[in-house]
């Protein structure tokens, strides 16, 4: 299975240092181009910059970008055919930090109409990138994290890599239910740092 990140941001590099750490590789894609992430190559050299393009042919693809700018970042990728996208998301106008209108639908919703044919699980986007980066083995437990889909497979498989990182998963159902749950702002999950004994 291979593994990339659309988006090297915060978040974006907050989960390239989750993988790298963990001995996964993958690659990240920008809006900038592979050069403008050789500082963060040379930090996690597991972490291989590419054009978006190919970021989006990876059997799982976080996608971590503005959700101002999500429209034009997927707007020419090849097709999904079933593909993984992992919603690390959160539906804010930025810098104001509004909520944007969402019509009242879940944003993982909202987001998998932008991307047909894709296996959308909403995960990664509950916590700010500082502690989501930081060590997972936290007061003799796991830091939890939460993920929900509507494709029973996709989500065991991002529940398996979730265990791999180090982090405990917790399954909230689907992104019409659990994704609610989890989404920011709206939901009552975001930003409870929880950890998982046993
Ligand atoms: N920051 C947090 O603590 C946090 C926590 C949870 C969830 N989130 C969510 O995670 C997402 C990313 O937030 P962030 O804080 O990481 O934002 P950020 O630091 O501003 O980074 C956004 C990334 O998206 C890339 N991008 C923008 N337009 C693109 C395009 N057309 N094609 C490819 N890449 C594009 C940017 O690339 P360039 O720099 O090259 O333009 C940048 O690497 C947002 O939806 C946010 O709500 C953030």
Redo the contacts with the bound molecule.
């Keep these: 299975m291979n593994i990339s990140i659309?988006?090297?941001?915060?978040?974006?590099?907050?989960i390239a240092r989750n993988l790298s750490k963990a001995g996964i590789a993958a690659t990240i894609?920008?809006?900038?181009?592979p050069e403008?992430l050789a500082e963060l190559h040379a930090e996690l050299p597991n972490i291989r910059p590419v054009a978006?393009d190919e970021a989006a042919k990876a059997d799982v693809v976080f996608l971590?970008?503005?959700?101002s700018?999500?429209p034009?970042?997927v707007r020419s990728l090849p097709a999904w055919n079933g593909r993984i996208v992992i919603d690390?998301?959160?539906?804010?106008e930025?810098p104001s930090f509004k909520a944007v209108d969402l019509g009242g639908r879940a944003s993982s919703l909202v987001l998998a109409d932008l991307l047909p044919g894709a296996r959308v699980v909403k995960a990664?986007?509950?916590?700010?990138?500082?502690l989501?980066q930081s060590d997972p083995r936290s007061e003799g437990g796991r830091r939890v994290l939460f993920y929900s889909g509507d494709d029973a497979d996709a989500k065991k498989t991002i529940g398996r890599l979730i265990d791999q990182l180090g982090f405990a998963g917790v399954d909230l159902g689907t992104l019409d239910g659990g994704g609610r749950l989890a989404q920011?702002p709206g939901g009552p999950l975001?930003v409870l740092n929880l950890v998982k004994f046993g």
Excluded: E, T, Y
Excluded at 8 to 14: N, R
Excluded at 124 to 130: P, T, Y
């Design positions: 659309i988006g090297a941001g915060a978040i974006g590099s907050a894609a920008n809006s900038r181009g403008s978006i971590a970008v503005q959700w700018r999500i034009d970042a690390a998301n959160n539906a804010l930025v990664f986007n509950h916590l700010g990138a500082a989501l920011f975001p």
